[in-house]
């Protein structure tokens, strides 16, 4: 009879050779047994119970014995607070389930550690199960816990089992291990397939790494439109570049492609359709870069008066504030230009900095035109041609006639032309003869094949051309004298000048068909561009008195209906180094597919003009910042007591 009331029968080895078991001897030590072995899996159940010691105590007469090789060590714990010197000694299964029980209250007011406790309190029921489940207590030394060992309320592989005794027969008990709690996410990743700065597209398609600011903006069509496509960035990172040049109507393009070799092997670049798949100009490409196949063309003519002189700033003519977007081709036609060709032309490239080249410009003595592209476009630009025309009586003086640049984009044909007609208030006649010879004698396109031949015609230029702009000095006037048009202009309200447009020269002429056939102008709603005294907006006050007119035009011609669409169209007052204003016109034209016989002008543009305005614009921007600083440093403060 053990201290506790349970009874204790000796055991007997000869009893387990002969074949009986050992729990048949003594139907009360059976009684026990199952008692002890009820109690311990209804303490597994739930770790919330309180363990009673008393059901489970470790034999006297054991404590000595021999252990397993693989049997837990567990240190004896320190006595509980409750007991004295004298009191009972508390088993070690008890202390082990008092610290496991502690260590599950302590994680369940921290939802971050409630799945390290579970595991662990798991981990362990595994261990101890064997040794439960027997139905007998366990025969454990004392032994010294370590500190770590309490707080994750877990054994270690080598703390629980000892290397210098080692028996295969016996089955290896299983460690428990540490499991920490689950990170959370501060955020929420984007989409692969909107995120153009992720590393599988960038190793796709080889997006350079200081171009990493796309920024999806929508889906239209068949494409994603990205905005904003910077492509030098090491002139961005030493210059002061504005937001309206940095943006542009069409910089909305997709991502790069990757290329499959069965396109290479079925793709020709010599001979093309227009349906068929993978052509160099086709309609997979142009949708890929234009998906609502819309291109915008800025155009501006300007009569200079032949001024040394040019305006310091050129942003109000080329990069107006009241518009969105810059376009996508600049057109500039100059009538009595400056003595300087090149040095104007330095100037256009410093104003629309690095995003635009100058693919083309002709001269015809003082008549200018300059074409600049989008320098991420010039690959879909074919060769331009040019040609001029003079309609003086003596060709060696070159101050009236015309010039036209020509050029196919994708499978649609541009011509611009810039002109000076015969001046005078009632020289109609002469001027409608200048139109009749430039349409005959301008000898465009020479080898750019002709879109739709159909509709061409030898006698007119400009039927050979889908898309054609027509801009310049035609010198057309007002037919009411000086005095009644300034009346007329003091009562016009706002910008409603429907009342001198009805005695414009030009818009009769083409109402009756005699000249610009075919042609359209958008609505007018700014006042006469001539006849200015420079550096002011009085009109003429020198003895001639000239009359206020719209001489400074800019007409366009489509062949087919509703391919070209204004934006914008009105005149530049800021600009008063000329007796003319200049004359701006904003479009939007529709493109279509082109072939691959197309010839193309394999990107070439004026690269020793390019650098020159670049190093002027940076070289202005770094003045602008010195005079910024010393002006700061110059400033006081006073203070009035």
Request: glycine share 6%; aromatic share 8%; charged share 25%.
């Amino acid at each position: 009879m053990s201290e506790h009331g349970d009874s204790i029968v000796p055991f007997n080895p000869a009893e387990l050779r002969s074949g009986e078991s050992a729990c048949k001897t003594d139907i009360n030590v059976l009684s026990v047994d199952l008692r002890t072995e009820k109690s311990n899996k209804e303490e597994l159940k739930d770790i919330k119970k309180p363990y009673d010691g008393t059901k489970l105590r470790q034999d006297e007469h054991n404590k000595d014995a021999k252990l397993s090789p693989y049997q837990p060590r567990p240190p004896s714990l320190p006595k509980p607070a409750g007991l004295g010197m004298g009191g009972k000694n508390i088993s070690f299964e008890e202390k082990v389930w008092r610290r496991i029980l502690r260590s599950s209250q302590e994680s369940l007011t921290d939802p971050g550690e409630m799945g390290s406790s579970t595991d662990s309190l798991k981990d362990t029921t595994s261990v101890n199960g064997q040794g439960l489940a027997s139905g007998r207590p366990l025969d454990l030394p004392p032994m010294e816990t370590p500190p770590f060992m309490i707080r994750t309320g877990s054994f270690s592989e080598t703390d629980m089992s000892p290397c210098e005794h080692f028996d295969p027969n016996k089955e290896r008990i299983k460690p428990s291990r540490i499991i920490l709690s689950p990170l959370q996410l501060t955020g929420t990743y984007p989409p692969l397939e909107n995120s153009a700065a992720s590393t599988s597209l960038r190793t796709t398609n080889r997006i350079d790494k200081d171009c990493l600011d796309y920024s999806v903006v929508g889906r239209k069509g068949r494409s994603e439109r990205l905005q904003r496509n910077l492509s030098d960035s090491r002139l961005l990172d030493t210059m002061v570049s504005d937001n309206t040049s940095v943006h542009s109507m069409k910089s909305t393009y997709s991502v790069l492609n990757p290329i499959r070799p069965r396109d290479v092997r079925n793709r020709s670049f010599l001979e093309g359709s227009v349906l068929g798949n993978g052509a160099l100009l086709g309609a997979e490409e142009l949708d890929r870069y234009f998906p609502e196949r819309r291109l915008g063309i800025y155009v501006a003519t300007w009569n200079m008066q032949g001024e040394k002189g040019l305006p310091y700033n050129l942003d109000d003519l080329l990069l107006p504030t009241d518009t969105d977007f810059a376009q996508d081709v600049y057109i500039i036609g100059v009538q009595e230009g400056c003595p300087d060709r090149r040095e104007w032309e330095i100037r256009l490239q410093e104003t629309l900095g690095p995003y635009y080249v100058m693919l083309y410009a002709a001269a015809h003595g003082v008549l200018y035109l300059t074409m600049f592209v989008r320098r991420d476009l010039i690959w879909f630009c074919s060769e331009v041609e040019h040609a001029t025309v003079t309609t003086r009586i003596i060709s060696q003086i070159k101050t009236k006639g015309a010039v036209g640049i020509c050029f196919t984009f994708f499978g649609t044909s541009f011509l611009f032309i810039t002109s000076h007609f015969t001046s005078g208030d009632s020289k109609i006649y002469e001027r409608i003869l200048d139109y009749n010879k430039i349409i005959e004698a301008l000898a465009l396109p020479r080898n750019l094949p002709d879109t739709n031949p159909y509709r061409s015609t030898t006698c007119d230029v400009t039927t050979r051309f889908d898309e054609v702009f027509w801009f310049g000095d035609f010198n057309f006037r007002l037919n009411k004298a000086r005095v009644e048009v300034e009346a007329i202009l003091n009562q016009c309200i706002g910008a409603d000048m429907s009342p001198l447009i009805q005695h414009d020269q030009l818009l009769r002429e083409m109402k009756e068909g005699s000249i610009f056939k075919g042609f359209q102008e958008a609505s007018i709603h700014f006042p006469p561009t001539y006849k200015y005294d420079i550096g002011c907006d009085v009109y003429d006050t020198t003895t001639k008195q000239r009359t206020p007119s719209y001489t400074d035009r800019i007409l366009y011609r489509n062949r087919q209906a509703d391919d070209i669409k204004v934006i914008k169209y009105t005149s530049c007052s800021s600009i008063k180094t000329s007796d003319h204003r200049p004359v701006i016109g904003m479009f939007q034209v529709k493109l279509r597919p082109g072939r691959d016989n197309i010839p193309l002008g394999a990107g070439q543009f004026d690269r020793s003009l390019y650098l020159e305005g670049i190093r002027r614009r940076i070289t202005r921007e770094l003045k602008k910042r010195e005079a910024t600083m010393k002006n700061q440093n110059n400033s006081t403060v006073c203070t009035i007591s």
